[in-house]
């Protein structure tokens, strides 16, 4: 069973630059969530997706970060303009529709300087 | 909200010894889900161990158990026979329990960097 992907694995972008994350989620999965893993730190939850509908994105910076689960599937996270705070690693996860386990990717780590 | 607290930053076992890791959560709930994530230098957040808060028996997996005191709020992870590549990051997750379809995602602790010593 193929995994959760996530692509780049590595971004280094200048501050006020855009930058954008995708994200394959296990197939059947329909939760699909992103993280984010500032160094030194555990991950926090940035928004949930059931199906193509956002079920949670209470700690989004949404004047500044967008997310869109187009068909049920795929997921991109945007980020538009960067800070340099945004700096961290990227965690995308997958589960059934249960709650026992999430599966993640490998993540992306974004540097804006 | 939800809270998961380690206290120990950083913890140090000598190859095929036992060591364990803390953690403390606060929450409201009496139904949630408890979690031990590894994280090696790849970044992937790997499963270790899961314990359901109605369930009184603690989790094992093969080297790995925990204590779970429910009243005390804590969940401790004991790997037992240390091998060189249990050295990692470890998070300690909770999860709500299962709202149909509503938010559940994880909340972890900071993390505790495991370092196995030949």
Known sequence: EA?????????????????A?????????????????ILGQGPKLL?????????????????RFSAERLKGVDSTLKIQPAKLEDSAVYLCASSLDSPTEAFFGQGTRLTVV | AQTV???????????????????????????????????????QMILVIRQEAYKQQNATENRFSVNFQKAAKSFSLKISDSQLGDAAMYFCAYRTS????????????????????P
């Open chain 1, 3 to 19: 995994g959760v992907a996530q692509s780049p694995r590595y971004k280094i972008i200048e501050k006020r630059q855009s930058v």
């Open chain 1, 21 to 37: 994350f995708w994200c394959n989620p296990i197939s059947g999965h329909a939760t699909l969530y992103w993280y984010q893993q």
């Open chain 1, 47 to 63: 928004i949930q997706f059931q199906n193509n509908g956002v079920v949670d994105d209470s700690q989004l910076p949404k004047d």
């Open chain 2, 5 to 43: 607290t380690q206290s120990q930053p950083e913890m140090s076992v000598q190859e095929a010894e036992t060591v364990t890791l803390s953690c403390t959560y606060d929450t409201s709930e009496s139904d949630y889900y408890l979690f031990w994530y590894k994280q090696p230098p790849s970044r």
């Open chain 2, 98 to 117: 299962y709202s149909g379809g509503g938010a559940d995602g994880l909340t972890f602790g900071k993390g505790t960097h495991l370092i196995i010593q």
